[in-house]
């Protein structure tokens, strides 16, 4: 069974940074996209990043574009998402989400329904 694993919430100032951690099992090949999703307080889950753990290419929703990375590490089966520059609007949380189907480069990679594995959530709040 594919599992996920978040970790690396906190409370933390604004402007400050936290590195949030998903480590994935159960897939044989490493050939499946991982995204970062979160839903703050009162509001919808939204996408925040995600990527392709094969070839490594990053994709950025735009409120986070230029203060968040993502980035894989296949050796120890996980992605990590650094967050800088954070913001109270941040305040959310976060979950990464796995398919093994998933075509980033031509899917709808920011919608919820396109990953079929999920993790817990992992709280982050960023005090103004």
């Known amino acids: 069974d594919v599992q996920l694993q978040a970790s690396g919430g906190g409370l933390v100032q604004a402007g400050g940074s936290l590195t949030l951690s998903c480590v994935v099992s159960g897939f044989t090949f490493d050939d499946y996209a991982v995204g970062w999703f979160r839903r703050a307080p009162g509001k919808e889950r939204e996408g925040v990043s995600c990527i392709n753990v094969s070839d490594g290419r990053p994709y950025y929703e735009n409120p986070v574009k230029g203060r968040f990375t993502i980035s894989s590490d296949n050796a120890r089966n996980t992605v990590y998402l650094r967050m800088n520059s954070l913001k109270p609007e941040d305040t959310a949380d976060y979950y990464c989400?796995?398919?093994?189907?998933?075509?980033?480069?031509?899917?709808?990679?920011?919608?919820?329904?396109?990953?079929?594995?999920w993790g817990h959530g992992t709280q982050v709040t960023v005090s103004s």
């Open positions: 989400a796995a398919d093994g189907n998933l075509i980033l480069s031509t899917s709808p990679r920011s919608t919820a329904s396109a990953y079929e594995y």
